[in-house]
């Protein structure tokens, strides 16, 4: 006899009515927020608090679909509408983030298990308000690879997939405090890890270890420590390579609770020939010259590929 399994997820969608509420990953995965009378311009005096609980490792991810408040241009927020995004840091809520305006914010995850935010919309106007997206995320926003556990661990196989791209948590959004992430690449004995960073945001100044506080990526041959590699944090404008030495590579993203930023995109590619270790240099380049790279990338790739 056969049996069909029938894996139920739970939406949440919350009426304009219910301006303060407690939303518990135990009763539903995802759901939308919106302003009191959206798509209608919210009343005055609008004062709202909406709390997210996650459950054991998951966190919390917000989307805002749109996002028009009542602005003043004197004094930034200061008397604005605002939302106000709240962090649970060593059992307290801690304020960390004051939104306003019209730009639309981009996402925003979690720091842990819990997160709150506060709506102040005191002199509405003709402002709609917010449409927003919650989800309660086990993968980190990290959307390839495999996941081993409840731990920020992505496996890569070239037997799965010659070629691919993974990123930082919450990328493009800014990637949330104290988190190690670790991404595993496994090839064929012949082959070769090829990581392309294509951008690169990571808070931190030289040599971006934990002695001057800063975030860093790390990359290893190992499943421990490189000594032929250093860390490396801060803001590159050019896309950079970095090569292993044999079938296996580690990438390690650190941040720590001081600052953050917007973390990583990369390309990855398990490549046959013996390559060495190229990191290109960080200063900028024209736009033909980063397509010229990337260019080349691919012509190795289809090359070893399909010969």
Do not use: W
């Not at 490396?232 to 580690?250: A, E, M, P």
């Amino acid at each position: 006899m056969k049996f069909l399994a029938i894996v139920l997820v739970v939406a949440c969608v919350c009426s304009s009515e219910k301006c303060n509420k407690v939303y518990k990953s135990e009763s539903c995965s995802f759901g939308i927020i919106t302003s009191p009378r959206f798509p209608l311009p919210y009343p005055n005096g609008t004062i709202c608090t909406y709390e997210f609980i996650a459950n054991g490792s998951e966190r919390i991810q917000l989307n805002f679909i749109e996002f028009s408040l009542n602005y003043s241009d004197n004094y930034e927020c200061y008397y604005s509408d605002t939302i106000e995004i709240f962090m649970f840091i060593n059992n307290k809520y801690r304020p960390v983030q004051i939104l306003c305006g019209s730009r639309l914010p981009g996402l925003i995850m979690s720091y842990g298990e819990k997160m709150k935010i506060e709506f102040r919309g005191i002199n509405g106007g003709n402002s709609i308000g917010f449409k927003m997206e919650f989800k309660f995320l086990r993968n980190y926003g990290i959307k390839t690879g495999q996941q081993i556990g409840d731990k920020c661990d992505f496996h890569y196989n070239s037997s799965i997939s010659r070629s691919g791209t993974f990123t930082s948590p919450n990328y493009p959004g800014i990637y949330p405090m104290n988190i190690i992430c670790n991404y595993f690449f496994y090839g064929y004995d012949d082959e070769r890890v090829l990581i392309n960073f294509t951008y690169f945001d990571v808070e931190g100044v030289y040599p971006c270890d934990e002695e001057v506080s800063s975030d860093s990526v790390e990359f290893s041959n190992y499943k421990s420590r490189d000594r032929l590699f250093k860390f490396y944090c801060g803001r590159l404008i050019k896309s950079f390579n970095v090569t292993s030495d044999g079938k296996f590579f580690r990438v390690t993203f650190r941040s720590n609770t001081v600052m953050d930023g917007t973390g990583f995109s990369a390309n990855y590619y398990f490549l046959k020939p013996k390559t060495q270790r190229v990191i290109l240099n960080f200063e900028p380049v024209s736009t033909a010259v980063k397509v010229f790279v990337n260019f080349q990338i691919f012509l190795i790739f289809f090359v070893y590929v399909f010969k």
